[in-house]
């Protein structure tokens, strides 16, 4: 028999025992061995939160959404190179409107939002919107991976 217990607040997480004769006493007929595991989930997570381990709600990751043939392109360069940085980044494969994109976006929990339309590729310069709530950016389209990546 033994039990996980957390040391800063006495609670037992989890335990596990062998129960011979259990069945026995229960039945009065079979005598079988047996073994039990419990684990309190509710424990868990409370001591989880309380250590800083329990995985950040926050938004995560980037959507680059895109306007135009060219538009396209550019998109599928800077989310290539924001997978090159490690960052989870989602782009538009189904053609669909702005408006759809913006809101996928917004579903998925996606923390930042890149808007590339074809003036976007001209100029060279991109807007980047922090779903959190924080002041849009501006970059170039070259170093927008590497601006995005210094915010995360």
């Given at each position: 028999m033994f039990e996980f217990i957390d040391p800063v607040?006495?609670?037992?997480?989890?335990?596990?025992?062998?129960?011979?004769?259990?069945?026995?006493?229960?039945?009065?007929?079979?005598?079988?061995?047996?073994?039990?595991?419990?684990?309190?989930?509710?424990?868990?997570?409370?001591?989880?939160?309380?250590?800083?381990?329990?995985?950040?709600?926050?938004?995560?990751?980037?959507?680059?959404?895109?306007?135009g043939k060219n538009a396209v392109a550019a998109a599928n360069r800077l989310a290539t190179d924001l997978r090159g940085l490690g960052i989870r980044t989602e782009t538009d494969l189904m053609d669909r409107s702005l408006k759809a994109q913006m809101k996928y976006a917004d579903k998925t929990g996606t923390r930042f939002v890149v808007v590339i339309g074809d003036s976007e590729v001209e100029s060279g310069k991109i807007t980047v919107k922090d779903m959190d709530g924080g002041d849009p950016f501006e970059t170039t389209l070259a170093d927008g991976a590497n601006a995005i990546f210094d915010r995360l």
């Open positions: 607040s006495g609670l037992t997480l989890a335990g596990c025992g062998r129960y011979d004769g259990l069945v026995c006493e229960l039945d009065g007929k079979m005598s079988v061995c047996g073994l039990g595991f419990a684990a309190g989930l509710e424990r868990l997570v409370a001591v989880m939160k309380e250590r800083g381990l329990f995985p950040s709600l926050s938004r995560k990751g980037v959507y680059v959404a895109s306007m």
